[in-house]
């Protein structure tokens, strides 16, 4: 851990998950969320996280209302997807398993809301099971972002199932700078920067080529150390 810090943000949360999901099995994983996210709201309310209640893996509770929050790695390296072995096989396997570990520490995680909602999908499950999305945090940010202006998307029925959680951040500026996503957007917050060429969910939504999947690897990982950055910055020295 960098001293004086309260996270390390290049720990690998599988190292305590004992061989499960760090999602939900990492109690590393679950305090740095607690501490990244335990902050004040755009509107000025701090949204207080608790992880001492029952089933639910963090918890707020406020007149603002009721949030049951769960974690969610956002970067999808494909190195386990049977229908991109023949594109990832290509590189070398040390470079897969730096990619893969790289997107298990703290900078590739998320926190989405964790309730179904009438039985439906989740963000984490419809961000994972969407074919136009492929588990892609720069597609599903897109969906946000089209979600503040009332356009639609690919999860455009799934985020409006939770738009109180979107609430919370008031616009689309206000969800970026809260969840620290700046490396994702332009400087206006009015355009995402996707990690590989994009076409209105119409392109081919993973990598085609070991070009392809080697630019977005690239990208990836960049948006992951430079939002770890942004995490340390964010929080308090322990000196």
């Known amino acids: ?10 720990f690998d949360l599988r190292t305590d998950a004992n061989g499960k999901d760090p999602d939900f099995a ?7 969320h607690q501490l990244l996210w335990s902050k004040p709201l755009p509107g000025g309310s701090t949204f207080t996280l608790d992880r001492s209640v029952r089933d639910h ?6 007149p603002l209302g009721e949030f049951s929050l769960s974690s969610d790695g956002v970067i999808a390296t494909f190195t386990r997807w049977p229908a991109m072995a023949s594109i990832v096989g290509q590189l070398p396997d040390a470079m897969n398993a730096e990619f ?29 099971c969407t ?3 492929s588990d892609r945090m720069d597609l599903t940010l897109e969906c946000i972002r089209r979600h503040y202006i009332g356009e639609t998307s690919p999860l455009a029925a799934t985020l409006a199932r939770y738009s109180d959680f979107f609430d919370l951040f008031e616009d689309f500026p206000g969800y970026v ?15 995402v920067r996707f990690w590989l060429p994009f076409d209105d969910f119409t392109a081919p ?35």
């Open 57 to 62: 893996y963090l918890h707020h509770q406020s």
């Open 100 to 128: 893969l570990r790289i997107s298990y520490t703290i900078g590739g995680f998320m926190l989405w809301p964790g309730n179904r909602i009438g039985g439906k999908w989740t963000i984490n499950q419809a961000r994972g």
């Open 26 to 32: 990492s109690p590393t994983l679950r305090k740095y």
């Open 205 to 239: 939504h993973v990598p085609t080529d070991v070009a392809s999947y080697i630019e977005y690897r690239c990208q990836s990982i960049e948006f992951v150390e430079r939002r770890a950055s942004r995490m340390l910055r964010s929080l308090p020295s322990t000196s």
């Open 131 to 133: 074919r136009r999305i």
């Open 1 to 10: 851990m960098t001293e004086g810090k309260l996270i390390d943000t290049a």
């Open 177 to 191: 700078t809260f969840w620290l996503l700046h490396d994702l957007v332009n400087d206006d917050c009015s355009a």
